[in-house]
């Protein structure tokens, strides 16, 4: 199906066509993951050392990763790739998204579909850091309750597994606000839903949180979840921002076509 033209848009895509571009960004996005996994695959050692650097310092408890089958070793190597590759190919996979919402922009917004990526890939990076900083931490208070004179015998893959899901929940969760300042400026919502939402938005962080967040005192989870409704009324602030730009232009619009 051809563009069909418009005076304010670049071009309308059919339903079909959506769903085309979908699966090829999601091809796109797979192949950067693979990519990303074979860099992951080929940087085991260091990716590794850095994840178990954690429990080198708890020597009360001799904490040690255990590899309970033969093919152990195996699977830890290959669920390090797929989670390095996933967090090394984040730019990519983002941009992705950032092209396919791109078609439904204006002419003059192209360009924050770049901005977006671009955010995006910042904000992933900096929630993912903000997990890898997080684990070294919870994995001492969670070791601390081991009893006296006992090993603690850890898992190699429920060890990675937990380190890996911290830090892409981490990513992700930063990840999110922006989501809905994309679905604002391609006409999904508008900021005033988004603030009226504020309740259900607390709820769902707070929630959130006290999942994800392995400490078992309540300060790390109120400060994540109120790190992410700072990020959420900044979502709103942008949205309402853009509503407000976009109806100045409208109202100018219709002032030029009256005239």
Not at 115 to 136: D, E, H, K, T
Request: proline share 5%; glycine share 8%.
């Amino acid at each position: 199906m051809r563009w069909r033209q418009g005076p304010d848009r670049a071009g309308l895509m059919s339903l079909s066509e959506h769903f085309r571009e979908l699966r090829t960004r999601l091809i796109w996005a797979l192949v950067g993951w693979g990519v990303g996994s074979v860099v992951g695959w080929y940087s085991y050692e260091p990716v590794v050392s850095f994840m178990t650097r954690p429990l080198e310092g708890i020597a009360e408890t001799h904490a040690q990763l255990n590899f309970q089958t033969i093919s152990a070793a195996f699977d830890l190597k290959l669920k390090v790739a797929l989670g390095a590759g996933l967090l090394l190919s984040s730019p990519w996979w983002i941009a992705q998204i950032a092209i396919f919402i791109g078609p439904g922009l204006r002419r003059g917004e192209k360009l924050h579909a770049l901005v977006f990526g671009a955010a995006g890939a910042v904000l992933f990076g900096a929630g993912a850091w903000s997990g890898a900083m997080v684990v070294p931490r919870a994995v001492e208070i969670l070791i601390s309750f081991v009893p006296d004179r006992a090993a603690a015998l850890i898992a190699a893959s429920s060890y990675v597994t937990f380190y890996i899901y911290l830090v892409i929940a981490f990513g992700l969760s930063f990840l999110l606000p922006e989501l809905l300042v994309a679905a604002n400026f391609i006409g999904l919502i508008s900021g005033r839903a988004l603030l009226r939402g504020w309740r259900v938005a607390t709820v769902i962080a707070f929630t959130f949180a006290a999942i994800i967040n392995p400490m078992p005192s309540p300060v790390p989870m109120i400060i994540q979840a109120l790190g992410l409704m700072v990020l959420y009324f900044a979502a709103v602030l942008i949205a309402w921002l853009h509503d407000r730009h976009a109806s100045k232009t409208a109202a100018a619009q219709f002032r030029e076509r009256c005239e």
